[in-house]
Nanobody, 127 residues
Framework: QVQLVESGGGLVQAGGSLRLSCAAS????????TAWFRQAPGNEREFVAAIKWNCLATDYANSVKGRFTISKDGPKNTVFLDMNSLKPEDTADYYC????????????????????WGQGTQVTVSS
């Protein structure tokens, strides 16, 4: 059984930083593209960042490019999202997810490509 568990969310002032973690059991991130999505109240779930299974590529939404960094610790089977220069519009529930297809070439930005999801961690950025 695959389980993804996110942690690291919280309340932070604008301009601050947070590090989100996503720990996996039952599946190794080494073979699957992994992504972070977020969903604010009343909005659809949106793509934030993704990392290829072999760590040779990353992808970011324009809204977070230059501020957020996705990375992976293989031995710990954990994916991170370092968020800097946070803005109030970054406020949302953040979810990590792994793709359905093993070792797919490029990470997808579509939620439909992701088979397993964590429960989410809440990030609130105050102005």
């Amino acid at each position: 059984q695959v389980q993804l568990v996110e942690s690291g969310g919280g309340l932070v002032q604008a301009g601050g930083s947070l590090r989100l973690s996503c720990a996996a059991s039952g599946r190794t991130f080494s073979n699957y593209n992994t992504a972070w999505f977020r969903q604010a109240p009343g909005n659809e779930r949106e793509f934030v960042a993704a990392i290829k299974w072999n760590c040779l590529a990353t992808d970011y939404a324009n809204s977070v490019k230059g501020r957020f960094t996705i990375s992976k610790d293989g031995p710990k089977n954990t994916v991170f999202l370092d968020m800097n220069s946070l803005k109030p519009e970054d406020t949302a529930d953040y979810y990590c997810a792994t793709e359905t297809t093993r070792q797919r070439n490029n990470p997808s930005r579509s939620p439909g490509a992701y088979a397993y999801w964590g429960q989410g961690t809440q990030v609130t950025v105050s102005s």
